[in-house]
């Protein structure tokens, strides 16, 4: 699969009374045309803010740093004008945010909304679009299209708006999805569906999906990758499989443990000692290093990313090739 | 709704009556001889003061009075003007009126371009320099009396450039000329007075509006509508500033009393031939009965105002249920 | 206050004000006094110049002094009128806001009543009426007029407050109602309150220079910026320093007391309760 983009050394910095604070310091992945990847990690490791920074619509005084670099297609996103960034957001790269109540414009109709993206992408005329805007609205699952189309955000129960937002974000037929937790704001039932229709959408347009979330159990089924996010840097990307069956960083493993299970001895619920840390209190070296129950001497520097082959990268001494590592 | 839109209604209604009443015991039970003027260069004799009192019915017991006046408003006669021998106040508030709505509702235009313009500009770029310098300028707009204003306008650019006219609202030998070139001319003694009130009452708006705007802007359906690459334009206007309008319409209640109010000022420096002038001359005149007639005008006015401003509030928001 | 000082707009604010309350306070100590007349007939409508920096008027009265003491007047009338408002407000508005029911029902309805009626007519129909007041007359009259917004204000702070926990906590001690309301009630009102009060002081000053354009606020010989005003509307384009001066101290005046009012508004809004 050819990679469609490519995120490196990413880094957003926010002016804080005491110096800078960086929630998101140096991550990287790529997406490939088509794929799957899921970007995993508790509240506050950061993996909002990247998504919102492939679209550069980091809230100010937050700022992408120099050095970041962002490409789409080869293209790089942090030098484009004020024109190509309008064409990126929405043609190119798509997002679905968190909570579809606050994310829709509660005073313009549903089908406005659809019909405006798509005007502003395409020279299509007021009937073109209105037309691909009910089909849209089909092809989410939304039965009843026509009245939909002319109902207001809040209208619509909590799924139903959710699926509006996926077809506004489909309007302009973008290459990448980012969906920021999509299905948080709503039932387990619809969630389910939720992600099933985004699997859809995927396979029917050749879509890649970038899905930031913080539950695994979500992640299993449907991705193609897995990247996992911790204290602004990811520590560990692999295939989906490869990562629930053998996690190579100790943080993966704890939280693999942690999920509760339906089968099995009954034993009480596993959970990592401690919390991860704020942008603010960032320990030096790993900074998994505290709450890790594998910690040794190495660990008071930044442990490199070591490839274990098989797109299996992760960023932990453990893993690192010559270092003493207890088995 | 319709019931709540009944009770809305009925709402304004008392309001407006106790409003009413209130005015008129202030009026009457404040010292001072309602028909001094008339005394005052010519002594009457005691017989011909009884019937000038019988004549404006000041003569029978306050409760009477009121009755009679409550009455009278209710039915819309406002009684009759003592400067103006007892022609009756509709009459008079009649005629001015077109003036003053003609001035108001200019200078409500001009207030609401300046106000908003500057307001969301400032609101695009919080903290810059530009929105400290407006900022000031805002208050010093609230804070510019509007008869000083007035007379400095119309000294410059009417009396020392002569592009303007002085005075009036036409020329009066233009009586006879057709219906453009009359309107052109009111349009140029219109300019004038209807700037100095904008001038003096677009702070307000521009104070609310940059409000809102940043409110507005922090929301995130306009972060949706960013990230879907709708123009910058669209985003402002269409998005942003159609969630702002919601809190902006409580200044119609600030709007009309500032108009209002600086309409007297405006009007006098200017002899428009509204409302304003006519309280002002009923001041020097001491003609009471106009003098409560403007002011229960102004009250119904100002009370239509909040209540307009209530249901438009309710129709803009399609979430509060309103009929869409 | 030092909180006002960091803020930049108070600052200018206060550094303004300040200037002018100066101004009104030394000048007679500096400037010539202005009812004295030397030099009737050289003296009228002079240009600024060294000797008089604001010129001097038709009748020969020094400007900048006349406008010092106009100053004065304004202000004394704006700090007597917005203290009997402030007081008024504050005690209906809490009374309203505490009692609750109908007492709360009734005053509010008046109010509401009353906001009806644009102050200036308020105005007109009392002192309209009786023509020529005293100083002392006027300021009652305009301090009487101008406590409804600042009641509703109370009230709504009010009934914010009593949903809190501390108050229920001290009714729940069985506090008698005196004490929650100016032990408890009254400090958490104080911040809002002290803006009111400076936008109020702007407020005053611009309706005694509209009244006494009108002829109605302060009487002659008394300077007052409204007066002066209007005094100076024959000669605007022979000496037109004597109708700018006074409108110009107007504007500074109420802007300066404006910029104070909204700084105290947003610091209001970020300190925290008073238990």
Same mark, same amino acid.
């Given at each position: 699969m050819t990679a469609l983009l490519e995120v490196r050394a990413l880094r957003v910095s926010f002016p804080a009374t005491a110096g800078e604070l960086r929630p998101v310091d140096g991550v990287e992945f790529t997406v490939s045309r088509g794929e799957f990847l899921a970007l995993v990690g508790e509240s506050g490791a950061g993996k909002s803010l990247t998504g919102l920074a492939l679209l550069r619509l980091? &809230? +100010? &005084?937050g700022r992408i740093e120099r050095g970041s670099s962002l490409r789409l297609d080869g293209k790089?996103? !942090?030098? !484009? @004008?004020s024109d190509e960034l309008r064409r990126v957001r929405g043609g190119r790269i798509a997002m679905v945010f968190q909570d579809p109540g606050t994310s829709l414009? $509660?005073?313009?109709r549903v089908g406005d909304q659809i019909v405006e993206t798509i005007r502003a992408h395409s020279a299509k005329s007021a009937r073109e679009a209105r037309g691909r805007a009910e089909a849209l609205l089909t092809e989410v699952g939304l039965g009843d299209a026509e009245g939909c189309y002319h109902?207001?955000?809040?209208? !619509?129960?909590g799924g139903m708006r959710q699926r509006v937002m996926i077809a506004i974000a489909l309007a302009a037929e973008p290459q990448l999805l980012i969906a920021d937790e +999509?299905?948080?704001? !709503? @039932?387990v039932t619809v969630q389910a569906q939720i992600l099933e229709l985004l699997d859809d959408l995927r396979t029917r347009h050749g879509m890649a999906v970038l899905l930031v979330t913080h539950d695994l159990g979500v992640v299993a089924e449907r991705a193609d990758r897995v990247a996992v996010m911790y204290a602004g840097r990811i520590v560990e990307e692999a295939p989906t499989a490869r990562l629930f069956a053998a996690p190579a960083h100790p943080y993966t493993a704890e939280l693999l443990a942690s999920l509760p299970r339906l089968r099995g001895p009954r034993a009480p619920l596993r959970s990592i000692p401690g919390a991860m840390p704020t942008p603010a209190d960032w320990p030096t070296g790993c900074r998994f290093r505290p709450r890790? &129950?594998?910690?040794?001497? $190495?660990?008071t520097d930044d442990p490199p990313i070591t490839s274990l082959g098989g797109g299996h990268q992760v960023r932990c001494w453990l893993a690192a090739p010559d270092s003493q590592a207890a088995p | 709704m319709t019931a709540w839109i009944r009770r809305r209604i009925l709402q304004a209604l008392v309001t407006f009556l106790i409003a009413t009443t209130l005015a008129f015991f202030l009026m009457r039970l404040t *010292?001072?001889?309602?028909?001094a003027r008339l005394t005052e260069d010519k002594p009457l004799s005691p017989a011909a003061i009884a019937s000038l009192r019988e004549r404006f019915g000041i003569d029978q017991p306050i409760t009477t009075q009121f009755v009679r006046f409550l009455s009278g408003v209710l039915r819309g006669d406002l009684g009759a003007s003592i400067a103006y021998n007892g022609r009756p106040v509709t009459a008079l508030i009649r005629e001015r009126l077109p003036a003053t709505l003609l001035l108001g509702g200019t200078a409500l235009l001009l207030n609401f371009l300046l106000g908003v313009g500057i307001g969301v500009f400032q609101a695009t770029r919080p903290g810059s320099k530009a929105d400290r310098v407006l900022t000031v300028v805002s208050l010093a707009s609230y804070a510019t009396p509007s008869f000083w204003l007035g007379i400095v306008l119309a000294t410059v650019f009417?009396?020392?450039?002569?592009?303007?006219?002085?005075?009036?609202?036409?020329? *009066?030998?233009?009586?006879?000329?057709p219906f453009l070139e009359r309107a052109g001319d009111t349009l140029r003694h219109l300019l004038l007075p209807a700037l100095t009130l904008a001038l003096v009452t677009f702070g307000a708006t521009a104070r609310y509006q940059r409000a809102a705007m940043a409110e507005a802007l922090a929301l995130p359906a306009v972060r949706t509508a960013r990230a879907k690459g709708l123009p910058d334009w669209v985003v402002l206007w269409r998005h942003a500033w159609r969630n702002a309008l919601g809190p902006m319409l409580a200044l119609f209640g600030l709007w009309l009393p500032l108009l209002v109010t600086g309409s007297v000022f405006v009007e006098a420096i200017f002899a428009w031939p509204g409302l304003g002038t006519l309280a002002a001359e009923a001041i020097g005149a001491r003609d009471y009965p106009v003098i409560m007639g403007v002011t229960i005008l102004v009250s119904a006015a100002v009370v239509l105002g909040n209540l307009l401003a209530d249901l438009l509030h309710r129709w803009l928001d399609p979430r509060l249920g309103a009929v869409a | 206050m030092s909180a006002l000082w960091r803020d930049p707009a108070g600052r200018l604010g206060v550094i303004l004000f300040g200037v002018l309350l100066a101004l009104a306070a030394l000048a007679p100590l500096v400037l %010539?006094?202005?009812?004295?007349? %030397?030099?009737i007939t050289h003296g009228t409508?002079?240009?600024?110049?060294?000797?008089h920096l604001l010129g001097t008027d038709h009748d020969s009265r020094d400007v900048l002094s006349r406008l010092a003491s106009g100053g004065r007047v304004s202000l004394s009338i704006a700090t007597g009128a917005v203290a009997l408002s402030i007081t008024l407000g504050a005690l209906v508005g809490l009374v309203a806001g505490y009692a609750g029911g109908r007492t709360d029902a009734i005053l509010m309805r008046l109010v509401d009543a009353a906001l009806a009626i644009p102050r200036l007519f308020l105005l007109l129909l009392i002192v309209g009426v009786m023509q020529r007041v005293p100083l002392g007359v006027l300021i009652v009259t305009i301090g009487a007029t101008g406590w409804f917004g600042t009641s509703r204000l109370v009230r709504a702070e009010v009934l914010r407050l009593c949903t809190m926990d501390f108050v229920r906590g001290a009714e729940a001690l069985g506090a008698p109602r005196r004490r929650i309301v100016f032990r408890h009630l009254l400090p958490n009102v104080a911040g809002p309150l002290a803006a009111a009060t400076t936008l109020a002081v702007g407020d005053v000053v611009l309706l005694e220079a509209g009244l006494s354009f009108l002829?109605?606020?302060?009487?002659? %010989?008394?300077?007052s910026w409204g007066g002066m005003i209007f005094d100076a509307k024959p000669y605007i384009v022979t000496a037109p320093w004597i109708s700018i001066a006074p409108g110009v101290a107007i504007l500074l005046t109420v802007l300066s007391v404006n910029l104070i009012g909204e700084a105290l508004e947003r610091i209001a809004g970020r300190e925290g309760l008073v238990a």
């Amino acid at each position: 699969m050819t990679a469609l983009l490519e995120v490196r050394a990413l880094r957003v910095s926010f002016p804080a009374t005491a110096g800078e604070l960086r929630p998101v310091d140096g991550v990287e992945f790529t997406v490939s045309r088509g794929e799957f990847l899921a970007l995993v990690g508790e509240s506050g490791a950061g993996k909002s803010l990247t998504g919102l920074a492939l679209l550069r619509l980091v &809230p +100010p &005084p937050g700022r992408i740093e120099r050095g970041s670099s962002l490409r789409l297609d080869g293209k790089d996103l !942090l030098t !484009l @004008d004020s024109d190509e960034l309008r064409r990126v957001r929405g043609g190119r790269i798509a997002m679905v945010f968190q909570d579809p109540g606050t994310s829709l414009n $509660p005073v313009l109709r549903v089908g406005d909304q659809i019909v405006e993206t798509i005007r502003a992408h395409s020279a299509k005329s007021a009937r073109e679009a209105r037309g691909r805007a009910e089909a849209l609205l089909t092809e989410v699952g939304l039965g009843d299209a026509e009245g939909c189309y002319h109902s207001y955000p809040h209208q !619509l129960s909590g799924g139903m708006r959710q699926r509006v937002m996926i077809a506004i974000a489909l309007a302009a037929e973008p290459q990448l999805l980012i969906a920021d937790e +999509p299905t948080s704001a !709503l @039932d387990v039932t619809v969630q389910a569906q939720i992600l099933e229709l985004l699997d859809d959408l995927r396979t029917r347009h050749g879509m890649a999906v970038l899905l930031v979330t913080h539950d695994l159990g979500v992640v299993a089924e449907r991705a193609d990758r897995v990247a996992v996010m911790y204290a602004g840097r990811i520590v560990e990307e692999a295939p989906t499989a490869r990562l629930f069956a053998a996690p190579a960083h100790p943080y993966t493993a704890e939280l693999l443990a942690s999920l509760p299970r339906l089968r099995g001895p009954r034993a009480p619920l596993r959970s990592i000692p401690g919390a991860m840390p704020t942008p603010a209190d960032w320990p030096t070296g790993c900074r998994f290093r505290p709450r890790c &129950p594998r910690a040794f001497s $190495p660990c008071t520097d930044d442990p490199p990313i070591t490839s274990l082959g098989g797109g299996h990268q992760v960023r932990c001494w453990l893993a690192a090739p010559d270092s003493q590592a207890a088995p | 709704m319709t019931a709540w839109i009944r009770r809305r209604i009925l709402q304004a209604l008392v309001t407006f009556l106790i409003a009413t009443t209130l005015a008129f015991f202030l009026m009457r039970l404040t *010292p001072g001889d309602p028909l001094a003027r008339l005394t005052e260069d010519k002594p009457l004799s005691p017989a011909a003061i009884a019937s000038l009192r019988e004549r404006f019915g000041i003569d029978q017991p306050i409760t009477t009075q009121f009755v009679r006046f409550l009455s009278g408003v209710l039915r819309g006669d406002l009684g009759a003007s003592i400067a103006y021998n007892g022609r009756p106040v509709t009459a008079l508030i009649r005629e001015r009126l077109p003036a003053t709505l003609l001035l108001g509702g200019t200078a409500l235009l001009l207030n609401f371009l300046l106000g908003v313009g500057i307001g969301v500009f400032q609101a695009t770029r919080p903290g810059s320099k530009a929105d400290r310098v407006l900022t000031v300028v805002s208050l010093a707009s609230y804070a510019t009396p509007s008869f000083w204003l007035g007379i400095v306008l119309a000294t410059v650019f009417a009396t020392e450039l002569h592009w303007l006219p002085v005075a009036f609202m036409n020329e *009066p030998y233009l009586v006879d000329a057709p219906f453009l070139e009359r309107a052109g001319d009111t349009l140029r003694h219109l300019l004038l007075p209807a700037l100095t009130l904008a001038l003096v009452t677009f702070g307000a708006t521009a104070r609310y509006q940059r409000a809102a705007m940043a409110e507005a802007l922090a929301l995130p359906a306009v972060r949706t509508a960013r990230a879907k690459g709708l123009p910058d334009w669209v985003v402002l206007w269409r998005h942003a500033w159609r969630n702002a309008l919601g809190p902006m319409l409580a200044l119609f209640g600030l709007w009309l009393p500032l108009l209002v109010t600086g309409s007297v000022f405006v009007e006098a420096i200017f002899a428009w031939p509204g409302l304003g002038t006519l309280a002002a001359e009923a001041i020097g005149a001491r003609d009471y009965p106009v003098i409560m007639g403007v002011t229960i005008l102004v009250s119904a006015a100002v009370v239509l105002g909040n209540l307009l401003a209530d249901l438009l509030h309710r129709w803009l928001d399609p979430r509060l249920g309103a009929v869409a | 206050m030092s909180a006002l000082w960091r803020d930049p707009a108070g600052r200018l604010g206060v550094i303004l004000f300040g200037v002018l309350l100066a101004l009104a306070a030394l000048a007679p100590l500096v400037l %010539p006094d202005p009812r004295a007349q %030397p030099d009737i007939t050289h003296g009228t409508l002079l240009a600024p110049s060294l000797a008089h920096l604001l010129g001097t008027d038709h009748d020969s009265r020094d400007v900048l002094s006349r406008l010092a003491s106009g100053g004065r007047v304004s202000l004394s009338i704006a700090t007597g009128a917005v203290a009997l408002s402030i007081t008024l407000g504050a005690l209906v508005g809490l009374v309203a806001g505490y009692a609750g029911g109908r007492t709360d029902a009734i005053l509010m309805r008046l109010v509401d009543a009353a906001l009806a009626i644009p102050r200036l007519f308020l105005l007109l129909l009392i002192v309209g009426v009786m023509q020529r007041v005293p100083l002392g007359v006027l300021i009652v009259t305009i301090g009487a007029t101008g406590w409804f917004g600042t009641s509703r204000l109370v009230r709504a702070e009010v009934l914010r407050l009593c949903t809190m926990d501390f108050v229920r906590g001290a009714e729940a001690l069985g506090a008698p109602r005196r004490r929650i309301v100016f032990r408890h009630l009254l400090p958490n009102v104080a911040g809002p309150l002290a803006a009111a009060t400076t936008l109020a002081v702007g407020d005053v000053v611009l309706l005694e220079a509209g009244l006494s354009f009108l002829g109605l606020g302060v009487q002659p %010989p008394t300077p007052s910026w409204g007066g002066m005003i209007f005094d100076a509307k024959p000669y605007i384009v022979t000496a037109p320093w004597i109708s700018i001066a006074p409108g110009v101290a107007i504007l500074l005046t109420v802007l300066s007391v404006n910029l104070i009012g909204e700084a105290l508004e947003r610091i209001a809004g970020r300190e925290g309760l008073v238990a």
